[in-house]
């Protein structure tokens, strides 16, 4: 029977479940010594064996649910290549086949590493997963350490993304869920059961094991957390008094350039008619100039812009036709680009001076404004601790920031793109309209969002209503994200971010989203990425399909995540050729031995020290000899180390009959570690003369090792 040997006190009991373990049905218990030096030989007292975790332990430990039970399904699991490596935790390994063919390794489980303030570890099943259904797959899992968990009714909110690095493509395959893991005290471990085959990840042809037995395994661990940063944009439509009336006496008298009627308020705000009587601009010395103002003593906000759409009119007062013009423009505010919008041109100074044009009676013109659409905007929180940013003019925008179409960057297509529905609401940005249809109906191109920060650096999530002219998606929803002005980006610099975008859906309660597999690459000249067609306007404005809802409400998110090298990692390697991989222990005077177990002198094979176990008359039930491999007690490990090892024990026969041979796959986990067959021989036979094992009260016993690995960690 195999099994390990301790002492009470061991602590490397305790981190056992962090750690590999073998599923056998067999006992696995820790060995202790004193240090009685006999001769060659080392006595234990007070050793009793302690039963090992085993594989279903170590889930059950976990509470690990099936992904079956969660909603891992071909609708939510997403696969594709990728260029960045993983952000998290990166796992190399040298000899992934050692694992593959060892009967007793279900799972290789990574050292811990930290991720939104917790402490995780990921989990290969070379083999699969067979409690998940991952039986002739390879299986990845990502597990949060329960210590780290405040609460017993604490849930933790978790994108996952894992890696298997493909040398054929020189990209990463990556597989992830488009919603989030909910991990807690009753579900701690999540992951996918059926990643690859086994077959196919096996076959070298496919670039996932190279170099003879190389691999690598990553994940991405994202604790998305609700934006704190939002915006409510609102449209009022209905005015109680939505028309001002400025009369013009003396008009031929007027002598300055430019004249303000008294200031009025409609939608909350203050407002001015500017007129200019001999023209300015285009206008100048041959028609009327006239333009609506928001007052200089309006206060606006960081960032806020006002829209409106009205009717500038010059009044016939005989009753003819009036001169109207139309407004459908953002005010972006004084100190911030354009607050005074009209026509330079709005009537020509012949028409006005013609008497009989009925504009100027009795030396007085009459000039009106119509209100038919102020905005208003609420951010979230309301008050900032950085200053304001001078907001960029709206008309020179996509100019300014060198927009690249989504076609330049040549994998926005069909196999790249994820749309998919999600419980959580965005992380970075939210951004609310109460007025979708006013925008719609409008002349407006876009809506940007005040900036927000993410990963160091200020961004803008861009929305356009009917669609992104330039980028061949006339009559489809568009999104992007633009790196704004204020974080400027060195020429050669490069700023890979990960963007999910998102819709609300009133129908489903969740959010559409759409998201690309690999990263967006910023730059000085590459400021705005997105989808030009996320969805059809037609689909959109439906009220049957959910997205607008209570009249004409709507709401876009955004998650901006920038793409990290990982800062941890590990490679694990194992060395299988030794100059001297056998030891041979032997043992004189084998029957006047009383103790109950003694140990070899130690020996060194693959850099570590060992030595062999011996309990001549077995542990506890006298039938058999016990034998163990044990890892001396000097021997150094690295925290959350552990060392894998394969070897046969031998009890020699004397008679060049057949050895007693036992196969020897375990994970040693800390030092004095043991472990061995507690029935490796009965004593029957080994009392036997004829039997060939004990020969002039002399035994022989015999280690091989076969494998053992190495561990390196980064940083170290």
């Not at 990921?122 to 083999?127: M, R, T």
């Not at 471990?189 to 042809?205: E, N």
């Not at 300055?256 to 200019?276: A, E, H, P």
């Not at 046969?648 to 057949?658: E, F, G, H, I, S």
Request: net charge neutral.
């Amino acid at each position: 029977m195999t099994s390990h040997s301790r002492n009470t006190s061991s602590i490397a009991y305790l981190l056992l479940c962090l750690f590999i373990t073998s599923a056998t049905a067999h006992s696995f218990i820790r060995q202790f010594t004193d240090g009685d030096l006999n001769t060659n030989l080392q006595q234990e007292v007070g050793v009793e064996p302690i039963r090992n975790l085993d594989v279903g332990h170590y889930l059950q430990g976990n509470k690990e649910i099936s992904s079956h039970d969660y909603k891992v399904s071909a609708s939510n699991a997403v696969k594709g290549l990728r260029d960045r490596p993983p952000s998290s935790y990166s796992l190399k390994m040298e000899s992934f086949n050692t694992l593959l063919k060892s009967t007793y390794t279900e799972k290789y489980v990574s050292r811990p590493f930290s991720v939104g303030g917790y402490n995780w570890t990921l989990v290969v099943f070379p083999n699969g997963n067979k409690k998940d259904g991952g039986s002739g797959y390879l299986s990845l899992y990502v597990a949060i350490d329960n210590s780290t968990l405040v609460a017993a009714q604490q849930e933790i909110y978790a994108d996952l993304r894992f890696y298997i690095f493909n040398k054929n493509e020189r990209k990463y395959f990556t597989i992830q869920d488009t919603d989030v893991w909910k991990f807690s005290v009753f579900k701690t471990m999540w992951g996918f059961s059926q990643v690859l085959s086994i077959d196919t990840f096996k076959d070298p042809i496919n670039g996932y094991l190279y170099d003879g037995d190389h691999c690598e395994f990553g994940v991405d661990v994202t604790i998305p957390s609700l934006y704190e940063k939002s915006e409510l944009f609102s449209v009022t439509e209905n005015f109680q008094n939505p028309r001002f009336t400025w009369t013009i006496r003396g008009f031929s008298t007027l002598l300055r350039d430019t004249y303000l009627s008294d200031v009025f308020t409609i939608g909350g705000r203050s407002w001015n008619i500017q007129v200019n009587p001999s023209g300015r601009a285009t206008g100048e010395g041959k028609a009327l100039s006239m333009y609506l103002n928001l007052n200089v003593n309006e206060i606006f906000k960081p960032y806020e812009k006002i829209y409106v759409r009205a009717k500038l009119r010059v009044l016939n007062q005989r009753n003819l036709n009036n001169v109207e013009r139309p407004l459908d423009i953002w005010y972006n505010g004084p100190g911030y680009g354009e607050y005074s919008w009209g026509y330079p041109e709005f009537i020509s100074l012949s028409d006005l001076r013609d008497a009989s044009k009925g504009f100027l009676v009795n030396d007085v013109l009459m000039v009106q404004v119509e209100m038919e659409a102020i905005s208003s905007t609420k951010y979230f929180p309301k008050k900032r601790k950085d200053g304001p940013i001078p907001n960029l003019e709206e008309a020179n925008y996509l100019h300014k920031h060198n927009e690249i179409s989504s076609l330049d960057y040549n994998k926005v297509s069909a196999s790249n793109i994820v749309k998919a529905l999600r419980d959580d609401p965005p992380s970075s940005y939210s951004l609310k309209i109460e007025s979708f249809n006013s925008l719609l109906r409008t002349y407006v191109l876009r809506f940007e969002s005040r900036p927000f920060s993410a990963g160091g650096y200020n961004w803008r999530l861009v929305v356009y209503p009917s669609g992104n002219w330039w980028d061949t998606s006339s009559g489809y929803l568009s999104l992007y994200v633009a790196i704004d002005d204020s974080t400027p980006i060195a020429a050669h610099q490069e700023v890979h971010a990960d963007l999910r975008f998102y819709i609300f859906n009133n129908n489903e309660r969740k959010y559409l989203t759409i998201q690309d597999m690999d990263v967006w690459k910023f730059s000085a000249s590459k400021k705005i990425w997105g989808f030009p067609q996320v969805l059809s306007t037609d689909v959109f404005k439906d009220l049957r399909n959910g997205y607008l809802y209570d009249g004409d409400q709507c709401e876009f998110g955004v998650d901006v995540t920038i793409a990290s090298h990982y800062q941890k990692s590990e490679s694990f390697s194992v060395t299988e050729s030794f100059y001297n991989p056998t030891f041979t222990w032997t043992i004189r005077g084998f029957s006047t031995l009383l103790k109950e177990s003694y140990q070899s002198d130690v020996f060194s094979i693959g850099g570590r020290s060992w030595y062999i176990h011996v309990f001549p008359n077995g542990r506890g039930e006298g039938k058999a000899m016990s034998m163990y491999l044990n890892i001396n007690w000097d021997v150094k490990f690295k925290p959350f180390e552990k060392i894998y090892a394969r070897a046969k024990l031998r009890v020699l026969n004397q008679r060049n009959l057949n050895n007693v041979e036992r196969q020897l796959t375990n994970w040693y986990i800390g030092p004095g570690y043991g472990s061995g067959d507690s029935e490796i021989i009965s004593l029957a036979d080994l009392r036997d003369s004829s039997k060939g094992f004990v020969v002039n009260d002399m035994l022989k016993v015999q280690v091989q090792l076969e494998a053992i690995s190495s561990t390196m960690y980064f940083p170290s």
